[in-house]
C-alpha cells in the first residue's frame, strides 16, 4: 500500500474531488496548507548573500525577496491505496491540475506498512473497507 500526497492549488480541488470519484477512487483526506516553491530567484539570493548584514536589504532587491517566499495558500490531498492503483491516481491527478505554469503542485508516494480499523481494532495490510 502507499499514500499518495497531492499538494495543489486551491482552484482545483473539486475538479481533482470529481475526478478521483470517477477513477473509482472517492476515499480520501484534504487539508488546508500554506507554503511556496523551492527557489527565490538567485539573483536576488546572492545579493541578499552580498549584503552581509544578515537583513533583507531595504530596496526593490529586498522587496522581491520578501514577495518570492510569500506562503501560498494549497490545498493537500492524501490517498492510501493499493500498489497496482498508485499510476490511476498519479495520472489523474495530474491530469486535472497540470497547466504547465509554475505552481501546479506536487505530488509524493510514501510507503504504508500497516492500517488499522479503529472501529473493529482490525489490522489492515490492504485497502481499507468497512
Known sequence: MKEIMAFIRLNKVNDTRDALARAGLPSFT???GV???KK???SIARQVILDN???VPANEIGESLVESIRLVPRRCFSLVVDDE???VAIKTIIEVNQTGNPGDG???VLPIGLGYN????ETQDREFHE
Open 53 to 55: 548584514s544578515g537583513e
Open 35 to 37: 507554503g511556496r516553491g
Open 30 to 32: 484534504c487539508s488546508k
Open 106 to 108: 506536487k505530488i509524493f
Open 40 to 42: 527565490p530567484l538567485a
Open 118 to 121: 479503529i472501529r473493529t481494532g
Open 85 to 87: 492503483i498508485v499510476p
